[in-house]
């Protein structure tokens, strides 16, 4: 799942690398790994709640909602790190979020079964 995702980042990223040159590449590239993070931190937190004990109603929403709190943070902060810090250009940025989080729904979220 990850991989496909970071091919269709890599992929979005040569594009912009072909077009535009090394700054709106890097600005794809980084956008990808924001997509990438958050999905690595659905998954981290998806793998704990597993391993846990059985939960309770109320309890699966309390963790339901703070993944999505957490998520939510990772992907404002690390999106102003690479504007704000970074200066990264926005568009490449975006695109490149964009593309990581269609790898995402084009391989679909592993259940398990």
């Known amino acids: ?23 709106r590449a890097g600005a794809a590239g980084f956008g990808g790994l ?13 793998g704990r709640t597993d391993r846990g004990p059985a939960l309770s109603a109320s309890q699966s929403i309390r963790v339901l909602y703070r993944s999505a709190l957490e998520r939510m943070g990772l992907v ?4 102003a790190v690479g504007l704000g810090l970074l200066r990264l250009d ?13 790898g995402l729904l084009f391989t679909g979220i592993r259940r398990k079964n």
């Open 1 to 23: 799942m990850v991989l496909a995702q970071l091919a269709l980042v890599a992929l979005v990223a040569g594009v912009f690398y072909a077009i535009s040159g090394w700054n």
């Open 90 to 102: 926005p568009l490449g940025l975006l695109t490149g979020f964009i593309a990581g989080q269609l």
């Open 76 to 79: 404002v902060m690390l999106f």
């Open 34 to 46: 924001i997509a990438t993070g958050n999905l690595l931190l659905l998954e981290w937190r998806r």
